[in-house]
């Protein structure tokens, strides 16, 4: 990116919780809420939601290796979601809600091979995690951008799958937080 920032793209279910978690760290500049690894140019939410269309609710992290190191987002990933679910985080469930690693380089390949491999330990079940070429990313609606943050738990699926998340990630993470 020329200014020492790195892009990270992860899908692990729907993308307002995967949001909410790396909007929180520190060394993350931004979080983008989208859609990638499909075969449909310029998908909807509607149509990304119907789960033909190939693609996964991603998130894009544009963060400083400096400050936070991919190996650690990854591993952050992989602590905050169900990667031994195929297609599915709980009630949500299709292709649209896999859990995927789309790595930008060779580097982040090789190192998206290495975090599943360390998270394997924390889990009895296979981690069913897939490692996906990068591919072209498309920007979700703007409602979707910052959700959690805005709606919160005025929106039951908030109250019920997104806090309860937020709030595990931020006890077990709490030296990594923004200040």
């Not at 990270?8 to 931004?30: I, K, M, N, P």
């Not at 991919?70 to 469930?93: E, K, S």
């Not at 910052?146 to 019920?160: H, I, K």
């Amino acid at each position: 990116m020329g200014d020492g920032l790195e892009t990270a793209v992860v899908a692990g279910g729907c993308f307002w919780c995967t949001e909410a978690v790396f909007d929180r760290l520190e060394g993350v500049q931004s979080v983008e809420s989208g859609y990638t690894g499909g075969h449909v140019a310029q998908p909807s939410y509607r149509q990304v939601c119907g789960g033909d269309t190939g693609h996964a609710e991603a998130v894009k992290i544009v963060f400083d290796p400096a400050k936070i190191p991919y190996a650690d987002l990854l591993d952050i990933f992989f602590a905050t979601h169900d990667p031994t679910q195929l297609n599915r985080q709980g009630n949500d469930v299709g292709p649209q809600y896999r859990s995927a690693v789309f790595p930008q380089n060779a580097a982040q390949q090789a190192e998206a091979k290495a975090a599943i491999a360390r998270a394997q330990a924390d889990f009895e079940q296979p981690i069913v995690t897939t490692i996906e070429p990068a591919a072209p990313w498309y920007e979700a609606e703007a409602e979707h951008q910052e959700y959690f943050d805005r709606v919160g738990d005025n929106n039951p699926y908030c109250t019920a799958v997104v806090s309860p998340k937020v709030r595990k990630f931020m006890q077990k993470y709490a030296s990594r937080l923004k200040g």
